[in-house]
């Protein structure tokens, strides 16, 4: 059976921003491994010294595109790099850049963003919503645009318990094009210091400017052949193009990284609430299924209606975990325990165990227990020793890092993904198979230990052989040992205290 997904792809040329991200490698990836495109115009800009095109000569030495060099060890061939920056004027993109775009490009990914939640108001205004506004403009001018996507998130309405599928123009202080025009009038400390106005409702700069982006799409992209994908926490690959590929620290794995290294032992999070994450693999996928979705429907209105086609908004895809196939926190952080020997590191400096509470006082009581007085005990040896002490420092980072993300870890969402289940629907079997994306029938239990995998190898950088697993549940072992100690130790002089009390008491 023919896949209708990879039919249109076939001799296509695809301009995608934020293509050097997480979601953005897996995306090209995928398009490069299970599809004929044509070319893809990937905006970058130059790093650190490093020029965009050795930017991407370094791509071949990433494990995601591993599998692509044994099938296409010359793929970079059909990458094109177009120098620029969604924080810029214009993109950054040069006249010349800008010409070839509009004249070749026929599929537009707008996946760059700023996904700080402690990013500066002007910082996240110029990437998040005017870059999007500009992305839009290009767009408008492509004579061969047959769709655009718009990856938003599933937390760009987070001030809802309820998501639907649609905008919501009234939980923003003000307009997109309003806020855009304070920003260009004001410099970037005033538009700062107006942030807890301006956000009104919304818990970070990430959130809010996402949502104003979602208007700009509703306001500037209509008439367009446009769509907003949101999804919801995107963790590691579950089977492409490798099991478990991950390359950053953000969301829970932060948390499980910390807590396997012996450092975390205090988070703030409901275990009973839904946990809104997905692959990165089904996520690029989405966004590839619904750049075809979105064509498709162009084409058919256009064929329906010999009139000028009236407009209508954007189509909105959520996408995070649907009451089908329910999974809560509490399962990610079982299957953690299920696995901890199994995940033990070789770099652990203490046994492993997190405790959770939903509290804030509750947390900053038990880091004075758990963090702080270890911390400044290990400092003080460490000084002892004449080395550079390091770890209140660090729990300061690892407790400002967790106060940030807590309005997201002790609340419940659900969302109305009506629009994401019939795009799945509309699936060939041969694309169920090339382009796999339905949670509804993912088993979270393999897919959670597949995750685990992959940041011990990934992130943690310990590769996955015997020596590694047999050295490090040797350590677990040893540091299971001296946490009983310390546990009967305190238990002991617990009692004695309270012990000693009511003698003073009673006496």
Request: hydrophobic content about 45%; charged content about 20%.
């Amino acid at each position: 059976m023919v896949s209708q997904i990879q039919s249109f792809y076939k001799n296509k040329n695809v301009f995608i921003t934020g293509g050097s991200g997480f979601l953005g490698r897996v995306i090209i990836e995928k398009l490069l491994r299970s599809t004929e495109v044509n070319r893809i115009y990937v905006l970058l800009r130059p790093k650190k010294g490093v020029s965009i095109k050795d930017r991407i000569a370094s791509w071949s030495t990433d494990p995601v595109f591993s599998e692509l060099l044994k099938s296409k060890p010359k793929y970079s061939d059909q990458i094109v790099a177009i120098e620029g920056d969604c924080g810029f004027p214009d993109l950054g993109i040069s006249v010349e850049d800008r010409k070839l775009l509009v004249g070749q490009v026929q599929i537009v990914l707008h996946c760059a963003a700023t996904v700080r939640f402690d990013e500066p108001l002007n910082v996240a205004l110029d990437i998040n919503t005017r870059g999007t506004l500009l992305v839009v403009q290009l767009a408008k001018e492509m004579r061969r645009l047959e769709a655009i996507v718009h990856v938003s998130t599933a937390f760009s309405n987070c001030v809802l318990p309820h998501i639907k599928e649609v905008y919501y123009p009234d939980n923003l202080s003000c307009t997109f094009d309003k806020i855009l025009a304070l920003r260009e009038m004001l410099s970037n400390d005033l538009i700062d210091n107006m942030s807890p106005v301006l956000l009104g409702q919304f818990p970070n700069t990430y959130t809010f400017t996402k949502a104003l982006a979602e208007q700009v799409v509703q306001k500037e992209a209509s008439g367009l052949p446009a769509c907003i994908f949101r999804p919801g926490m995107i963790l590691g690959t579950f089977r492409e193009p490798i099991p478990g590929w991950i390359d950053n620290l953000y969301g829970p794995l932060s948390i499980l990284l910390g807590c396997a290294v012996g450092v975390l032992r205090v988070m703030i999070v409901d275990v009973y609430t839904q946990a809104n994450v997905g692959p990165v693999d089904y996520c690029a996928n989405m966004v590839l299924s619904t750049a075809w979705k979105t064509a498709l429907e162009n084409v058919q209105r256009k064929e329906k209606l010999s009139d000028k086609l009236p407009l209508r908004d954007p189509i909105i895809y959520n996408y995070a975990v649907s009451e089908k196939n329910p999974v809560k926190w509490s399962k990610f952080y079982k299957t953690v325990e299920d696995e901890r020997y199994t995940l033990a590191l070789e770099q652990m400096i203490w046994y492993p165990f997190l405790h959770t509470c939903t509290k804030l006082w509750a947390f900053e009581l038990a880091t004075l227990v758990y963090h702080i007085l270890p911390g400044h005990f290990i400092d003080m040896v460490l000084r002892l020793r004449r080395q550079k002490p390091r770890m209140v420092k660090m729990y300061d980072k690892i407790h400002k890092h967790i106060k940030t993300v807590y309005w997201f870890t002790v609340r419940h969402w659900t969302f109305d993904m009506s629009n994401t289940d019939q795009l799945i629907q509309c699936f060939s079997m041969e694309d169920r198979k090339l382009f796999e994306c339905d949670m509804n029938s993912l088993n979270w239990n393999e897919y959670f230990k597949v995750a685990l995998f992959g940041a011990r190898e990934y992130i943690a950088n310990e590769k996955p052989t015997e020596e590694s697993f047999r050295k490090a549940q040797i350590i677990m072992k040893r540091f299971r040992i001296y946490h009983r100690i310390l546990q009967t130790v305190v238990c002991i002089l617990v009692a004695a205290l309270i012990w000693f009390l009511l003698r003073v008491i009673v006496g």
